[in-house]
Nanobody, 121 residues
Framework: QVQLVESGGGLVQPGGSLRLSCAAS????????MGWYRQAPGKQRELVAG???????KYADSVKGRFTISRDNAKNAVYLQMNSLKPEDTAVYYC???????????????WGQGTQVTVSS
């Protein structure tokens, strides 16, 4: 059984920082692309940042220059450093990973349970 577990959300004041972590565990053969998504109340889930296994990254325009995604392939983990946070960054943040388990011959998408980030004074 493969699962993603997130941590690091919370309440922060505008201009503050948070670091989200997500680790995959279980019978994993290989982890390919990983990413962070967010969903604010009444809005669709959107991509925040993505990173390939080789380290290539992409960001939503709204977070460029403020957020940094990174990963540790040895730990099957992905991180999101969020700086200069704004109230509009408030959302539930989800990590996603394309994972090939030992029991399958292909990559499946897996999602974390979500972690709340609230930016408010």
């Amino acid at each position: 059984q493969v699962q993603l577990v997130e941590s690091g959300g919370g309440l922060v004041q505008p201009g503050g920082s948070l670091r989200l972590s997500c680790a995959a565990s279980g019978s994993i053969f290989r982890v390919n692309d990983m990413g962070w998504y967010r969903q604010a109340p009444g809005k669709q889930r959107e991509l925040v940042a993505g990173i390939t296994r080789g380290g290539s990254t992409k960001y939503a325009d709204s977070v460029k220059g403020r957020f940094t995604i990174s990963r540790d392939n040895a730990k099957n983990a992905v991180y999101l450093q969020m700086n200069s946070l704004k109230p509009e960054d408030t959302a539930v943040y989800y990590c996603k990973a394309d994972i090939k388990a030992y029991s399958t011959g292909w990559y499946d998408p897996f999602w974390g349970q979500g972690t709340q980030v609230t930016v408010s004074s």
